[in-house]
């Protein structure tokens, strides 16, 4: 009892700005909050941090605090209301980071498969092109690799753009089935 009536004597002279009735407040209160907060956030150095918001704010407050029907108790609100909102934010932080991880690790495993499949669909076509006749393989890879035109390919190999444009549209389709042949293969496996 005489302890309350000493801690309101402390708040009504912290309301007036003393800064030794602060710190007396600060010293009692202090090792009180600190097991308070701990027993929260599970955490030394956030229930640190949150016990030293708690008496800056009962220095911001202060005119406040003395209206009260027990400061105590409103410390101690401040204080619990702290190490809730820091536990939400934790958890916030931990669902966008684990949210940032999944997406990661998404990607990386789409990249894995995504180049397999390309590399799987390059041998596939440099299987399908080697299986041309000569002069169509030739063609195909001036056309596709090299990126000469009809007329271009028609003047080195010395024949017409249009025997050219037959070697590409008959390369195209053999190209087009065998892939074609191949897919429905791995499809039924």
């Known amino acids: 009892m005489q302890e309350a009536r000493n801690h309101r004597a402390l708040f009504h002279q912290l309301a007036e700005g003393n800064e030794e009735a602060y710190r007396s407040l600060f010293h009692y209160f202090t090792p009180r909050l600190q097991p308070f907060v701990y ?70 495993k789409n990249s894995v498969e995504e180049r397999l499949i390309y590399r799987e669909n390059e041998q596939l076509l440099k299987t399908a092109i080697g299986q041309l ?25 010395g024949i017409s753009p249009n025997t050219v444009k037959n070697h590409m549209v008959a390369a195209a389709k053999a190209l087009l089935a065998r892939i074609y042949k191949n897919f429905i293969f791995f499809q039924i496996f």
């Not at 003395?66 to 934010?89: D, G, M, Q």
């Not at 169509?136 to 080195?156: D, N, V």
């Open 39 to 108: 027993s929260i956030v599970k955490s030394e150095g956030v229930a640190e941090e949150i016990v030293q918001e708690v008496m800056l704010r009962v220095w911001t407050h202060r005119e406040a605090i003395v209206e009260k029907e027990n400061p105590s108790s409103w410390i101690f609100t401040v204080a619990s209301n702290l190490a809730i909102s820091w536990l939400r934010r934790l958890a916030v932080e931990r669902k966008y980071i684990d949210s940032i991880k999944t997406t990661v690790e998404e990607n990386q």
């Open 133 to 157: 006749p000569p002069q169509q393989q030739q063609i195909y890879r001036m056309s596709r690799l090299e990126g000469l035109t009809h007329k271009e390919i028609a003047e080195k190999l």
